[in-house]
């Protein structure tokens, strides 16, 4: 190591003023796009992305908000009885679905068969099922239906395909114990 430092001593003191001057500026600019690139760049990215997490991060809070205010609101509520579940789960069938689908019962488990629902309906009919008659499914089996699965011509006639999609199949819901 120390020949090395003297091996470029030497070539230092060999060069001309006008030399060194160059060789030293082209030292500090190399030292400047390193401390560039390493230390001042990440930091001005990281500056400049902050807002945007931050925005997210507040958008993931506000929804972590909501959903604790309804566990708390269905926590709150008091417990249904089967027969009150079934009727509640009857009841927003017919007026979700009408003949579009039928529910069998059998003990605890009561069983949901779909033709042709739209994706929409289905959605918002699972949310107030949850809440009204407080029963989650514990399995589902849909697959779109032959009648919403047609070639889509372009990106934009597929988009508009997957918006009116509907749904058959059957979902098997868990009932309160009796």
């Not at 529910?103 to 629902?117: E, H, I, M, N, Q």
Request: with cysteine.
């Amino acid at each position: 190591m120390n020949a090395l430092l003297d091996t470029l001593k030497a070539r230092w003191a060999s060069l001309g003023a006008r030399e060194q001057r160059l060789v030293g500026g082209a030292t500090l600019l190399v030292v400047c796009a390193l401390l560039w690139w390493v230390a001042i760049a990440p930091a001005v990215t990281t500056l400049r992305s902050a807002p945007a997490q931050h925005a997210q991060i507040d958008a993931q809070v506000q929804s972590m908000r909501l959903l604790a205010a309804e566990a708390r609101d269905l926590r709150a509520k008091r417990a249904l009885t089967y027969d009150e579940a079934l009727r509640n789960l009857e009841a927003s069938v017919k007026q979700s679905f009408g003949a579009a689908a039928t529910l069998s019962v059998s003990d605890s488990r009561a069983s949901l068969t779909l033709k042709s629902v739209s994706a929409d309906a289905l959605a918002q009919w699972l949310s107030q099922a949850r809440i009204n008659a407080r029963v989650v499914p514990s399995e589902a089996r849909l697959q779109r239906s032959a009648s919403s699965i047609a070639p889509a011509a372009s990106a934009a006639s597929a988009a508009a395909q997957s918006a009116g999609a509907t749904w058959d199949g059957m979902l098997v819901l868990s009932l309160p114990a009796r």
